[in-house]
């Protein structure tokens, strides 16, 4: 089978229009997922402040007010909050060692406690 210059011309330019629609609508696919990651961008808590600025400002002038770090015996550097969730997670799971019977486990997180405890009173958080 032979092809004319003309049917070739034909050919190309089919496949240019449609490499460029192929193109166009992947060009209009990428701003609607650009678009729906700005409308689903999470809301900031601002702390009270009227700019995302404003509480950036503070937080770098004063980096301990929301997250004071905390250095546990025994478990590294934590933040307060975080020591705090380990003494619930802590508690828990010496209840539910108590009740399995397995008091080594207990004792285990009984320890763990202490140093939670003892690390909270060292920056004032508890007396």
Same mark, same amino acid.
């Given at each position: ?9 034909? +050919? ?6 449609? +490499?460029?629609?192929?193109?166009? =609508? ?5 701003? %609607?997922? %650009? *678009?729906?990651? !700005?409308?689903?961008?999470?809301? +900031? ?6 700019? %995302?600025? =404003?509480?950036? *400002?503070? $937080? !770098? ?8 770090? $905390? =250095? $546990?015996?025994?478990?590294? &550097? /934590?933040? &307060?909050? @975080? &020591? ?7 508690? %828990?799971?010496?209840?539910?060692? #108590?009740? /399995?019977?397995?008091?080594?486990? &207990? #004792?285990? /997180?009984?320890?763990?406690?202490? #140093? ?6 060292? $920056? @004032?958080?508890? !007396?």
């Amino acid at each position: 089978m032979k092809i004319t210059k003309q049917q070739l011309k034909e +050919i190309i330019k089919e496949e240019i229009s449609s +490499i460029i629609e192929k193109d166009d =609508e992947d060009k209009a696919e990428d701003e %609607e997922a %650009e *678009d729906k990651k !700005k409308k689903s961008k999470k809301q +900031i808590d601002l702390h009270g402040f009227s700019s %995302e600025k =404003e509480t950036a *400002d503070f $937080v !770098k002038k004063n980096p301990s007010f929301f997250n004071e770090d $905390v =250095e $546990v015996p025994g478990g590294g &550097v /934590r933040s &307060v909050k @975080g &020591v705090k969730r380990s003494i619930m997670e802590n508690l %828990e799971d010496a209840m539910q060692a #108590a009740q /399995r019977g397995d008091f080594n486990a &207990v #004792a285990t /997180r009984v320890a763990n406690l202490e #140093a939670f405890v003892e690390a909270l009173k060292k $920056v @004032g958080e508890i !007396k």
